[in-house]
């Protein structure tokens, strides 16, 4: 069964820092999007960056980069020059591609908080 | 472009009552999927509406349902209401997914935050 293990319950950064945030992933579907979100608290989850399985290259969005490395089913975010705004819950969710799956349904980990010190 | 709408954000109703929450998906998407995010059981897929069909659906009772309209906005209605059915009702809407491709990006609605006495 699918599944995403999220292993960092909080998380501290020194403002304009680099932080790393795991995320690994259990599917036995060959064709997956895996996906990191963050959720203020407000509540709104925000899209921040994708990954496919059969990308070549590893997913950046700004200062949002994505370390896959798919043999060791992980797909960590890095957010480079961390910002007070940074602040937040971060999920990583994965879908998976196959043919027979038509429907939108994202599993989520459980989630990291990230606080960002000034 | 709008986002995705919620209302309403917060809710507050008694065990036993039922309850309809509402979202306007991006416009120009025609997929809404529907989560519930408590602090026990995380974010949990609860379905997803697509040309007004439920394409895919979690493990939850019946008593949670939905429907979507023909302009693309979707309720859930929630029926009997528990303690346990307190929780962030999250909405997110995308373009539709093709068969076979991974990538699709669902955005989301600020939430709806359901109180259950």
């Known amino acids: 069964a699918q599944k995403i293990t999220q292993t960092q319950p909080g998380m501290f950064v020194q403002e304009k820092e680099a932080v790393t945030l795991d995320c690994t992933y259990d599917t036995s579907d060959p064709s997956y999007g895996l996906f990191w979100y963050k959720q203020p608290s407000s509540g709104e989850m925000i899209f921040l960056i994708y990954?496919?399985?059969?990308?070549?290259q590893n997913a950046t969005e700004g200062r949002y980069s994505l370390n896959f490395q798919k043999a060791r089913k992980s797909a960590n975010l890095v957010i480079s020059a961390s910002q007070l705004g940074d602040s937040a819950m971060y999920f990583c969710?994965?879908?998976?591609?196959?043919?027979?799956?038509?429907?939108?349904?994202?599993?989520f980990g459980q989630g990291t908080e990230l606080s960002v010190k000034p | 472009k709008a986002g995705v709408t919620q209302t309403p954000r917060y809710l507050i109703k008694t065990r036993g009552q039922q309850v309809t929450l509402s979202c306007s998906p991006i416009?120009?998407?025609?997929?809404v999927s529907w989560y519930q995010q408590t602090p026990g059981q995380g974010l949990q897929f609860l379905f997803e509406y697509f040309s007004e069909t439920q394409r895919n659906k979690g493990n939850f009772p019946g008593r949670f349902s939905g429907r979507q309209f023909s302009n693309s906005r979707s309720e859930m209605n929630v029926s009997t209401l528990e303690l346990g059915d307190s929780a962030l009702y999250l909405c997110a809407s995308s373009l539709p997914l093709m068969g076979g491709i991974a990538k699709n990006i669902q955005y989301f609605g600020a939430g709806t935050r359901l109180s259950v006495l």
């Open positions: 969710a994965m879908r998976e591609g196959g043919i027979y799956n038509q429907g939108g349904k994202l599993i």
């Open positions: 990954q496919g399985s059969y990308d070549q």
């Open positions: 416009s120009g998407h025609r997929s």
